[in-house]
């Protein structure tokens, strides 16, 4: 082997190995660099990026992604929403007889309802002999904001549930047969499982007053 083929094979050995073509067609290992701040470029010399097939760059950006969702997280899991759907209220209903129950309903793209989260926050954490149920009626797509909403206020340590039905008017029904799904919903539940709703802020004299007689201070 002549001086300049020894040159370049060791050049080749010392390199690290680069995927060239259709990465699921093509043998071969490929050092990525994990690190988001180096833009995940690949060991060596790079005068042709602009070049690389698309399914190259796509397998970039992808984790990029996933190290900077484990460098946010440090690798935690997401809040755990319970699925709520077809027989779920009157699940809890059974599930807490016996003491008074508060079923809030609430969603992301309701004003009035991020406005009262802090007080039901405060009522949570200062009013005992009581139970409380949060229902977020967003899709997945919008779970991820309930979720930070949820931490702001104080509350990731309440009893939370997602709506886990595309049939949504079932779910209105099943809380009131006249509820349409207008938001902030309270359904207040007695320990004699006698039902009382509400459309409207935390401040209707209907669940002060119920609050006043079941719940202590």
Request: aromatic letters at 8%.
């Amino acid at each position: 082997m002549t001086p300049n083929r020894m040159g370049a094979a060791l050049s080749l050995a010392t390199r690290a190995p680069r995927v060239i073509g259709n990465p699921e067609t093509t043998s071969g290992a490929r050092s990525i660099t994990l690190d988001p701040w180096s833009s995940l470029r690949p060991a060596g010399n790079d005068k042709n990026q602009k070049n690389r097939p698309v399914g190259l760059r796509r397998m970039r950006l992808m984790s990029l992604a996933l190290a900077f969702a484990l460098l946010a997280g440090g690798g935690a899991l997401a809040m755990d929403f319970k699925p709520y759907g077809r027989g779920a209220f009157g699940q809890l209903t059974k599930a807490h007889a016996g003491r008074p129950l508060v079923v809030h309903f609430w969603s992301v793209t309701c004003p009035p309802c991020l406005v009262e989260l802090p007080q039901w926050a405060k009522i949570a954490a200062e009013k005992k002999g009581f139970d409380i149920v949060f229902v977020n009626t967003d899709g997945d797509d919008d779970r991820a904001r309930a979720e930070a909403r949820i931490e702001k206020v104080g509350l990731s340590s309440a009893d939370h549930y997602g709506f886990a039905d595309d049939f949504v008017e079932k779910l209105y029904f099943e809380a009131d047969s006249a509820w349409r799904g207008e938001l902030p919903f309270t359904a207040l539940v007695a320990p004699d499982g006698g039902v009382v709703t509400v459309t409207g802020a935390v401040d209707d004299p209907l669940i002060v007053e119920w609050l006043e007689k079941r719940v202590a201070k």
